[in-house]
């Protein structure tokens, strides 16, 4: 990997995003056997924002967070930073139950944008939220083609608050090069991951909630979850573990831990930006099959990502977010053709996290009232949100089950007490992530250079074969 004046690219140390401020200072882990009312296994959004609304709604309720690292270890501090309305598994959800339900749904998710900037804005978590809205660019006839047909769906689905663009349009914008069009929606902002999981993570302390950090589950079952340190009993056992939720017994290929990749650079100059444009800081992202997605840091990087390496053997996670250099490079080459003039500036930062994908890529709610295990995630990539929904959700069947309340408009969402199919064993679920994965690279490819509109036919295949 190249260097410059600016130094060696900082690969690894969990993200970009800890830099700044360092990794936080550990809390205690479990001190033996404990009981609680709900324990929730897992520090990152989903679990963090389960235990701040349970404790809100109900106060007299003793909550435990077990978390195996640090809260934000994992996809909540090494994310994009795309706090959107977007939702795995919701064109499925339509053809299971009916295109109300999958719109009552996608309203729930544009609601959740303005529910986790109002709870930020009270809590008084200053994460760099900056209303841009999502902005998703085409380069390519397929992509124009995929990217208006994107549009209709999402209008269908009631967003008609979208706009479509076109190539000027656009780049008055964003200067994107070679950008053909455009769809943005104002459900979206660009935040700062880090400052939301560690801020949440206070509040949440600050409400009574007791969090054990250093903690492993390595086993959950009714009733219990299983560390090396204690077991804590309690009549609601919450898995809140997204990407991480193979290392648990009996759960390897319950949901498959998808690797994702990022890059920052270091802050750009005036004379850079006034090249860009990107005024309106828009989070980024485009139609391409082996899609990339970008935002405008608070303090003027770009932060890009994208699949790298998108999976390893045996559904294992890494430990630091240490990242291939070719990996590195093929993101750099992606902000090098949408941004020529960033080719000379330096990329201070690339890491890399897991991400949770279902077999049938839905995200889901669940709470199994017979055994009081309930779990949320399977986000795909969309989590900064959709974790938000999934924990006011999980904290309405606990109140549902436990007789505090009623049935609410979140719990009977679609999504809730999905079920999903595992996924194959080895080596077929390490062949075939890498061969969709090599299909969509291919595609991209070939679509690049033609002028047909119809999406490649490779990448349709892959997503028959995927299940997307």
């Not at 994992?74 to 499925?92: C, K, V």
């Not at 804005?121 to 998703?136: F, P, S, Y």
């Not at 049935?407 to 999504?415: I, K, Q, S, V, Y």
């Not at 090599?438 to 047909?452: G, H, K, L, V």
Request: hydrophobic residues 40%; aromatic residues 8%.
């Amino acid at each position: 990997m190249s260097t410059t004046k600016s130094g060696p690219t900082v690969n690894g140390g969990i993200s970009f995003w800890y830099a700044e401020g360092g990794v936080p200072a550990p809390r205690e882990p479990l001190p033996g056997d404990a009981t609680a009312d709900v324990c929730i296994v897992g520090g990152g959004y989903t679990g963090l924002w389960t235990a701040y609304y349970l404790k809100k709604a109900a106060p007299f309720l003793h909550i435990t967070v077990l978390e195996a690292k640090f809260c934000g270890y994992g996809a909540s501090g090494r994310n994009g930073g795309w706090l959107y309305n977007g939702i795995a598994g919701r064109d499925r959800y339509a053809r299971l139950h009916g295109h109300d339900q999958a719109v009552r749904l996608q309203r729930a998710m544009n609601d959740t944008v303005d529910e986790v900037v109002r709870a930020a804005a009270e809590e008084k978590i200053d994460a760099d939220i900056h209303r841009g809205g999502v902005l998703e660019v085409a380069h390519t006839p397929a992509q124009l083609a995929r990217l208006q047909a994107f549009h209709s769906a999402e209008t269908a689905f009631g967003e008609t608050d979208r706009v479509l663009r076109g190539a000027r349009e656009t780049a008055e914008r964003i200067r994107v090069t070679g950008a053909v069009g455009s769809t943005w929606t104002p459900h979206g902002a660009r935040l700062h991951p880090v400052k939301l999981v560690t801020g949440l993570a206070a509040a949440v302390e600050a409400l009574g909630v007791t969090i054990h950090e250093s903690t492993p589950v390595t086993e959950i079952r009714p009733k219990y979850a299983v560390t090396p340190y204690g077991t804590v009993r309690a009549p609601y056992i919450l898995r809140c573990t997204e990407g991480f939720t193979a290392a648990l017994k009996g759960s390897r290929r319950t949901w498959l831990p998808m690797n994702s990749s990022m890059i920052a650079t270091e802050p750009l100059s005036d004379e850079v930006w006034d090249t860009i444009g990107w005024e309106g800081r828009e989070t980024l992202g485009d139609m391409a099959h082996a899609y990339m997605y970008a935002q405008r840091t608070a303090d003027g990087r770009i932060a890009l990502g994208g699949r790298g390496h998108p999976y390893r053997f045996g559904s294992r996670t890494d430990n630091d977010g240490r990242t291939r250099p070719a990996t590195v490079e093929a993101l750099r080459e992606i902000l090098v053709r949408f941004f020529p003039t960033t080719a000379g500036v330096h990329i201070d930062h690339a890491w890399s996290g897991v991400l949770g994908v279902p077999r049938d890529w839905c995200a889901t709610v669940t709470l199994d009232r017979a055994t009081g295990l309930g779990w949320a995630g399977g986000y795909v990539g969309s989590g900064v949100a959709t974790a938000n929904l999934a924990a006011r959700t999980l904290r309405d069947l606990v109140r549902q089950d436990s007789g505090q309340s009623g049935a609410t408009e979140l719990t009977t969402l679609p999504w809730v007490n999905h079920k999903v199919r595992a996924w194959e064993p080895e080596p077929f679920r390490w062949l075939g992530v890498h061969g969709m994965y090599a299909a969509y690279r291919t595609a991209d490819r070939r679509e690049s250079t033609a002028r047909s509109t119809a999406t490649d036919p490779i990448a349709r295949v892959a997503d028959r074969l995927s299940g997307r």
